[in-house]
C-alpha cells in the first residue's frame, strides 16, 4: 500500500539554522594551508588534504593535553594553532 505525501511540510518547533559554524572551522583549516598560485587541481586538493590532516592532529593534542591537565575537554584551545605551526616550522625547517 503505497500513499502519497503532501508536498507541503509544516516544522512544529523552530529550526536553529548556525552557518557560522562550519565557516569557522573552514577558517581554522586555511591557516594550515600552504600558499600557492598553482591551477593544478592535484596539488591544491593536496595542499587542502595536508591542512586537514595537521588542523585533524592539532586538534587532537589540544584534546589529550586539556584532559591531562585540567580532567575535561573544552572547546577553546590551550595549544594554540599558533603554536603548532611554529613547532612544525622549527621542527621542519618548512615555511
Known amino acids: 500500500m503505497v500513499q502519497q505525501l503532501s508536498s507541503e511540510v509544516r516544522i512544529s518547533t523552530p529550526v536553529k539554522i548556525r552557518p557560522n559554524h562550519y565557516e569557522s572551522g573552514y577558517k581554522s583549516i586555511k591557516r594550515f594551508m600552504a600558499a600557492t598560485t598553482s591551477k593544478h587541481f592535484g596539488l591544491r586538493f593536496f595542499y587542502f588534504a595536508f591542512a586537514c590532516l595537521l588542523?585533524?592532529?592539532?586538534?587532537?593534542?589540544?584534546?589529550?593535553?586539556?584532559?591531562?591537565?585540567?580532567?575535561?575537554?573544552?572547546?577553546?584551545?590551550?595549544?594554540?594553532?599558533?603554536?603548532?605551526?611554529?613547532?612544525?616550522?622549527k621542527e621542519t625547517g618548512i615555511g
Not at 64 to 78: A, F, K, M, N, R
Request: net charge negative; aromatic share 8%; hydrophobic share 45%.
Open 55 to 89: 588542523y585533524s592532529i592539532w586538534r587532537a593534542v589540544d584534546l589529550l593535553v586539556q584532559v591531562q591537565l585540567t580532567g575535561e575537554y573544552e572547546h577553546s584551545p590551550i595549544v594554540t594553532a599558533d603554536n603548532t605551526l611554529t613547532l612544525v616550522k
